[in-house]
Structure formats: structure tokens, C-alpha cells
């Protein structure tokens, strides 16, 4: 059964931003997420190492694996390919939309003004990243814009912790946030996985509303 995008944000609370420097950490890295029920993965393109990365955590019971820092038409097919089932990009172009039809892998774009979101959703897009979230005015940006654009669902990522996540999830309009807050680098360099599981318990056990 494959899941729509709006599915796969209701059943996350939080999807965790991923940078693998690392191959060798990806699989324990996200068995280590799944185990403590953070099962929604999303691993950029920050490093050289994303592909490879989804390629292995894909493998891993019950992980749903995204593709983040989307930002070139040719990535998508190559990400579809290897695993992942959406894609989430920092911003919204003619390019990534077409490339987004193409190879038929789903997009969260990223959005920032109430223009930027009006353009999504005349290009079909009703699942919407806030980015930066924070900066770009955080809970409240996200009720004001509630009220004119009823219709959008957002992921606000971005400046985002387990302290701030609740009131975010508060928000009607907000299915799940996004954060890199789960996987310090230094827990992943000193592999101290049971670390990263307590992370994604405290997170996962974070509801909406
Ligand atoms: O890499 C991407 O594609 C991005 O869009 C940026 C990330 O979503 C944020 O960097 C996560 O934000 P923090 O939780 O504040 O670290």
C-alpha cells in the first residue's frame, strides 16, 4: 500500500533531519530512530553520502525514508531509485515541480510568505515545509496564515526543539515538524545509538493536538 504524502506526515510528529558524514552510521543510525518509534527518516543531500545513506536505511524494518536538500531536477529520479518514497526541498521552482511530475516522486516544498504558498498550491502542492520555520515567524506565522489559506498543511522545520515542537503541533494547520534536534553529531560520532533511541522516544511520544 503506498501512502500519500499527508499520510506519511500524520503518522510522524516529528521527522528528523539527517547528514550522513559518515556510510557506517546509517543503518544503525536509523534502527536506533525506529527504535524508539521515530519511523519517518528524512536524509539530505548535504553530503556526498545522502544516496548511499537512503539506499541502506531503505533496508530497515518499518523505516519510510525521505530525501531532503532537494534542490536539483535530477536528484528526484535518483532519489526515487534509491529508496525514497517523498522529497523535500528548502524552496519551490518551475524545475523542481516538473522534476517532482516526472519521476513521480512526492514533494513537501519548502515556503516561506503567503505568496510562496499561494504558487504551491496552484502548482498542486498542499503539503508545504515552513523554512526556516523560526525565522520566518513560527507559530504565529503559521495561525496567521491559517486563516486566508485554510487548506495547506505544513511542516514547519527550522530552528525547531522538543521544547518548541508542541506548541507547533498545537498549530491546526501542522501535520508534523521537521528538526535535526534527534541526531547530534556527537552522538553519532561516538555511536552512542542508545542516545539517539532516547531522543526519538521523547519525540515520538509528542502528539498532535
Ligand atoms: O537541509 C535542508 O534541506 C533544509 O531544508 C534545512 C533543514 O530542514 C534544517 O536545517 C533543519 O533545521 P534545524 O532543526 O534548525 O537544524
Known sequence: MTMSL???MRSASVIPVIAIDDPAHAVPLARAL???GICVLEVTLRTPHGLGAIRAMAEVPGAILGVGTLTQPDEFAAA??????FGVSPGLT???IEASRKSGL???????TPSEVMAAREAGFRQLKLFPAVPAGGVGMLNAIGGPL????FCPTGGISIDTAPKFLACKNVACVGGSWLTPKDAINAGDWA????LAKAASAL???
Open 6 to 8: 499527508l499520510d506519511i
Open 34 to 36: 525506529v527504535a524508539g
Open 80 to 85: 526515487r531509485d534509491a529508496g525514497a518514497v
Open 94 to 96: 518551475p524545475a523542481l
Open 106 to 112: 512526492a514533494l513537501l516544498p519548502g515556503v516561506m
Open 150 to 153: 485554510p487548506d495547506v498543511t
Open 195 to 198: 542516545h539517539i533511541t532516547e
Open 207 to 209: 502528539r498532535v493536538r
